[in-house]
T-cell receptor, first 110, second 115 residues
Framework: DAKTTQPTSMDCAEGRAANLPCNHS???????VYWYRQIHSQGPQYIIH???NNETNEMASLIITEDRKSSTLILPHATLRDTAVYYC???????????FGQGTRLTINP | GAVVSQHPSRVICKSGTSVKIECRSL??????MFWYRQFPKKSLMLMAT?????????EQGVEKDKFLINHASLTLSTLTVTSAHPEDSSFYIC???????????FGQGTRLTVV
């Protein structure tokens, strides 16, 4: 599976858009980009995933560059409850391993 | 999203005893389940992957005789920590994925404390 690189930590003001980057320069054609987040002392929560096209759901938007070597998760109006560790994972469908990197610790400030 | 229930959420056990953690997919059939452990302020560490009806595949360094994984049905997987020691104290998390979904869903985690 392709490795991902994320900033260790980020801060964002409440009510603003939080943009979390992820580099996956070695991604292959059949690998998807997945985002999860983990709020303290809870299990991770699925956010969104995509292959080539940008995706949007009720939680977030996922912007994937045309060369697919990087992506950005956007939380359009961050709230204090969005404070969590956000993980970007690149895997093929049906992968037998779901491995987490170190993620980005996002802190939303009032 | 789909619901994965993990039980118990917290358990304290004595050194030398065994502890079983259950992971259930409530509204979908989980053909694949993943088990993780997590130490404070660290990322999730994959312990093993199990497919329904098959033996689990353990990651390097994870003792299969100590961490027994059973995935006998499409809605239930169990992790048994045998002969627990204080160093086994950790946060254990399960994840389940169905045949028609690409994303995996996670349980709420089990905090195990061995005294």
């Amino acid at each position: 599976d392709a490795k991902t690189t994320q900033p260790t930590s980020m801060d964002c003001a409440e009510g603003r858009a939080a943009n979390l980057p992820c580099n996956h320069s070695t991604i292959s054609g059949n690998e998807y980009v997945y985002w999860y987040r983990q709020i303290h002392s809870q299990g991770p929560q699925y956010i969104i995933h995509g292959l080539k096209n940008n995706e949007t759901n009720e939680m977030a938007s996922l912007i994937i560059t045309e060369d697919r070597k990087s992506s950005t998760l956007i939380l359009p109006h961050a709230t204090l409850r969005d404070t969590a560790v956000y993980y970007c994972i690149v895997i093929i469908q049906g992968a037998q391993k779901l491995v987490f990197g170190q993620g980005t610790r996002l802190t939303i400030n009032p | 999203g789909a619901v994965v229930s993990q039980h118990p959420s917290r358990v304290i056990c004595k050194s030398g005893t065994s502890v079983k953690i259950e992971c259930r997919s409530l509204d979908f059939q989980a053909t694949t389940m993943f088990w993780y452990r997590q130490f404070p302020k660290k990322s999730l560490m994959l312990m093993a992957t199990s497919n329904e009806g098959s033996k689990a595949t353990y990651e390097q360094g994870v003792e299969k005789d100590k961490f027994l994984i059973n995935h006998a049905s499409l809605t239930l997987s169990t992790l048994t920590v045998t002969s627990a020691h204080p160093e086994d104290s950790s946060f254990y998390i399960c994840s389940a994925r169905g045949p028609l979904r690409t994303e995996a869903f996670f349980g709420q985690g089990t905090r195990l404390t061995v005294v």
